[in-house]
Nanobody
Framework: VQLQAFGGGLVQAGGSLRLSCAASGRTFSRQTRAWFRQGPGQEREFVAAMWRSTGNTYYADSVKGRFTISGDNAKNTVYLLMNNLRPEDTAVYYC???????????????????WGQGTQVTVSS
């Protein structure tokens, strides 16, 4: 599976961005899809995930109520809509997918096999 993430940019605090992650090589909707981020000098952290069989969504506490993960099966694409952005959301955002990850591991970056190249999101105060 090849993933390509795009849609990052520079935005003022309180603004919104929508990230996209397009997949090729395998039907995306049959796999768990997730977004992670890595800020300067920080470890990669979980942001959001969509479980493969039910479409149920999971979020980090820091983004709950502000970010929404969704998928378009026809376009084989997953999105991350980010509202009310804060300076602490500044990071490189990565999409990831895995066909066999177990539910208890969806927040663990080490459990995902396929990764996109990352897209920079910068939020100014």
């Amino acid at each position: 599976v090849q993933l390509q993430a795009f849609g990052g940019g520079l935005v003022q605090a309180g603004g919104s961005l929508r990230l996209s992650c397009a997949a090729s090589g395998r039907t995306f909707s049959r796999q768990t899809r997730a977004w992670f981020r890595q800020g300067p000098g920080q470890e990669r952290e979980f942001v959001a995930a969509m479980w493969r069989s039910t479409g149920n969504t999971y979020y980090a506490d820091s983004v709950k109520g502000r970010f929404t993960i969704s998928g378009d099966n026809a376009k084989n694409t997953v999105y991350l809509l980010m509202n009310n952005l804060r300076p602490e959301d500044t990071a490189v955002y990565y999409c990831a997918t895995d066909p066999s990850i177990i539910l208890s591991s969806v927040r663990m970056s080490s459990q995902y096999e396929y990764w996109g190249q990352g897209t920079q999101v910068t939020v100014s105060s």
